[in-house]
Nanobody, 126 residues
Framework: QVQLVESGGGSVESGGSLRLSCAAS????????MGWFRQAPGKEREGVAA???????TFADSVKGRFTLSQDNAKNMLTLQMNTLKPEDTAMYYC????????????????????WGQGTQVTVSS
């Protein structure tokens, strides 16, 4: 059974940095696309960054140039480095994975993913 466990959330002032990690288990790495999503109170869940099964990254326009995404060679750890954080980045962040093929911005679609972690809170104060 696929399990995704996030860690690394917290509170930071505007302009600060945080690193989120997602530990994955119970899956076949070469068939997996993974991503980070976030949901702020009263808003829909949205895609932040994703890596497809070919190892290509894609980012939401709102985080381009500020967030980076990396995955270890075994594909069981996905890390989101968040720099120059803004108050509007405040949300619950979720790690997700899917066996469905995706490429580019398609990988940021929430409905593409069928495995989700429990979420980790990120709060950015102004």
């Amino acid at each position: 059974q696929v399990q995704l466990v996030e860690s690394g959330g917290g509170s930071v002032e505007s302009g600060g940095s945080l690193r989120l990690s997602c530990a994955a288990s119970g899956y076949t790495p070469s068939w997996f696309s993974m991503g980070w999503f976030r949901q702020a109170p009263g808003k829909e869940r949205e895609g932040v960054a994703a890596i497809d099964m070919d190892g290509r990254n894609t980012f939401a326009d709102s985080v381009k140039g500020r967030f980076t995404l990396s995955q270890d060679n075994a594909k069981n750890m996905l890390t989101l480095q968040m720099n120059t954080l803004k108050p509007e980045d405040t949300a619950m962040y979720y790690c997700a994975a899917t066996y469905r093929y995706c490429s580019g911005s398609w990988c940021l679609r929430v409905d593409l993913y069928n495995f989700w972690g429990q979420g980790t809170q990120v709060t950015v104060s102004s």
